[in-house]
């Protein structure tokens, strides 16, 4: 199967790349995202310019810190930087962090074609066989892009740290940025971990591998005190499809590295002090928030077969030590139960906060006051939320109405969740083309979903989701069965099992 070409609708022959692509971009019609720019939005971006960072930023009289050893890490393979981050020691064992994020409210208006088509989608989507960009490749991968060896303008967030990793006090400023090194997390893990060689771009940069090693060290101070505070260590594992030119080979398993930990640990505490300033200045924020779960007594249940007890109301200090527990004790099954969690937990979403009032933290977390600020390439909320700090910076009145942003943290939250069923569909149709000559086969599996509308489990080799529809009755999330394959569907991306 996975070396032929499949018959596409029409009697014709082509490639699953070119299948899955077709099916991506029907997927996002069907679920209200655009797969292509307007023929404006096309013409505004060829227009655009480098209008010289470097002048700007003498213009506007901003900070010059393109000599720190920024660096950027991120997948290996992608092209739209969002973020770079530096390190500086402090007395006490303490350090002062940078995080400069791409200053993409500099260059795409508001009410543009270009910002409209932002707006529709909100997000990136990352499907198996395409990628569709928030915004025109000529910015997210150029113009807005943190490039190495660019000068850049950047809205940056600076940190105090404690040794202890709390944030002892924070600010956010607009200034002149350069990438010295383009970093991808395996090498970047495998150099911290021990088990690899410095990443070749490290050489002669010893500055930036010294501020690596520092953030690092700052980064797991930040986590150790985040789950003390009851943060969830969860282990999911997420499916990538691996392709041989245009032919499609298998799916490869991936899990989070200490390089990964190490970015998101920063950014959770750089879109905290986001939020703080915004308040500090008297100005709303666009939230982002996981409720306490609301199918917490299903968790206390999937715990107590584990012969583990949870209180009968939400905690997450408490979850945390169970997580915890059944990570040493289980190690190889820790995943699936990590997804469990996580499907119980449910989703998060995006709502307002405005002066004077509160809004929920994240549960998953454990913050109160957080923000998408760090991805504006690839996320409407994080572009929205740095048009609120400039303003706030400029002593401007908020860019925003209330109803206007009521209106887009709705819009937001539901987008985002209709890109992330286009990236599961079309994960599924890549999975439904791999497993296509194996139906009658047994697998060993998870159940992930358990409602009305259906129960869904997973298997575990390959790691891929599908539908339950024989057998489900009495079945709930974390539940662990073994099912069949009985039919797959590449078109829709169905994998049906039965018990």
Not at 2 to 29: F, H, Y
Request: net charge positive; glycine share 8%.
């Amino acid at each position: 199967m996975t070396g032929r070409k499949r018959p596409a609708s029409g009697g014709r022959s082509i490639a699953p790349r070119d299948e899955l692509r077709r099916l991506a971009r029907q997927a996002m019609r069907e679920r209200g995202l655009l797969p292509e720019f307007s023929p404006k939005a096309r013409v505004e971006a060829a227009a655009l310019r480098e209008d010289g960072a470097e002048a700007i930023a003498r213009r506007e009289g901003l900070r010059d810190l393109r000599a720190l050893p920024w660096c950027s890490i991120d997948n290996d393979d992608s092209r739209d930087l969002d973020q770079l981050t530096v390190a500086e020691e402090r007395k006490g064992g303490g350090a002062k962090v940078r995080v400069a994020i791409a200053d993409v409210a500099a260059t795409v208006r508001d009410r543009s074609a270009i910002d409209r088509h932002a707006r529709t989608n909100t997000t990136s989507v990352y499907t198996a066989a395409e990628i569709f960009p928030m915004l025109p490749e000529r910015l997210s991968t150029d113009l807005t892009s943190l490039n190495p060896g660019k000068d850049r303008l950047a809205v940056v967030i600076e940190l105090d740290v404690a040794a202890s990793g709390a944030v002892t006090g924070s600010d956010v400023g607009r200034a002149l940025v350069r990438n010295h090194a383009q970093l991808a997390y395996p090498g970047v893990a495998a150099w911290l971990d021990g088990t690899g060689p410095p990443p070749p771009r490290l050489e002669g940069a010893r500055e930036v591998g010294a501020a690596i090693r520092l953030q690092d060290r700052v980064a797991q101070a930040m986590k150790r005190r985040r789950h003390e505070r009851g943060a969830l260590s969860l282990e999911t594992i997420e499916t990538k499809a691996v392709f041989a030119g245009d032919l499609l080979s298998g799916l490869r398993a991936e899990s989070k590295n200490r390089a990964q930990e190490l970015i998101e640990d920063l950014m959770v505490s750089a879109n905290g002090a986001a939020v703080r300033f915004l308040q500090e200045k008297g100005f709303p924020s666009l939230r982002r928030v996981l409720r306490s779960p609301e199918r917490w007594a299903r968790i206390v249940a999937l715990a107590g077969d584990l012969d583990e007890p949870l209180p009968p109301t939400p905690s997450a200090r408490a979850l945390e030590e169970f997580l915890l527990r059944r990570r040493d004790a289980d190690p190889e099954r820790f995943p699936d139960l990590s997804l469990a969690v996580v499907k119980l937990l449910g989703r998060g979403e995006y709502v307002v906060e405005r002066p004077g009032r509160g809004a929920p933290g994240h549960f998953g977390l454990a913050v109160s006051h957080y923000a998408h600020s760090t991805a504006p390439n690839r996320r409407y909320p994080d572009l929205v939320t740095q048009r609120l700090l400039h303003a706030a910076l400029a002593k401007k009145k908020v860019p925003y109405g209330a109803d206007e942003l009521d209106a887009l943290a709705s819009h937001c939250t539901a987008q985002e969740d209709n890109a992330a069923r286009v990236e599961r569909q079309i994960q599924k149709s890549a999975a439904a083309m791999l497993l296509a000559g194996r139906v009658g086969e047994r697998f060993p599996a998870i159940v992930t979903g358990a409602a009305a509308k259906g129960t869904w489990v997973r298997i575990l080799e390959p790691p891929v989701e599908g539908r339950l529809v024989r057998g489900f009755q009495k079945l709930d999330v974390g539940d662990h069965v073994r099912v069949e394959l009985a039919r797959v569907d590449v078109e829709r991306g169905f994998l049906d099992f039965v018990r």
